[in-house]
């Protein structure tokens, strides 16, 4: 899904599941700016990092989630502005390996599918938890 003529992504971010891909749950964030609002995890990719690298590091900061990127292929890309900013965000889809406190002051909620595209603010979001329902559905059964 990446667009070699887009421009590069300036943030990182994944939809991030546990159980079995057949009936996950989502792990959703409290927003920065109003807690009450349910977002994906994301945030700035550092100098020199790699676009995978920055997303499960920000999963971490946010979410108290190690996870693992699943499968080779971005889950999409998001463009907006903020605050006068152009923001360009690649997904991935990533599945939690372990949970530990949430390092930042935010909350997060595990939510069953439907419940978690319903809850989320942004469309672009709801777009990109619907990709990785999408991708899982179509996941070969584990063996």
């Not at 990446?2 to 421009?7: I, K, L, R």
């Not at 989502?26 to 020199?48: M, N, Q, T």
Request: charge should be negative.
């Amino acid at each position: 899904m990446c667009n070699p003529d887009a421009a590069a992504p300036t943030h990182a971010g994944a939809v991030v599941y546990r159980g079995q891909p057949a009936a996950p749950e989502f792990v959703l964030v409290g927003a920065k700016g109003d807690r009450s609002e349910w977002v994906l995890p994301k945030g700035h990719i550092e100098p020199d990092e790699d676009w995978r690298s920055a997303a499960r590091r920000e999963v971490f900061e946010e979410t108290g989630i190690t996870a693992e990127i699943v499968g080779s292929e971005e889950l999409g890309h998001v463009s907006y502005s903020a605050r006068g900013e152009a923001v360009r965000v690649v997904y991935y889809l990533a599945r939690r390996v372990s949970e530990a406190p949430t390092p930042e002051d935010r909350g997060k909620a595990w939510m069953p599918a439907d419940r978690a595209e319903a809850s989320l603010v942004h469309e672009e979001a709801r777009s990109m938890l619907q990709r990785a329902r999408t991708t899982l559905a179509n996941m070969p059964p584990a063996t």
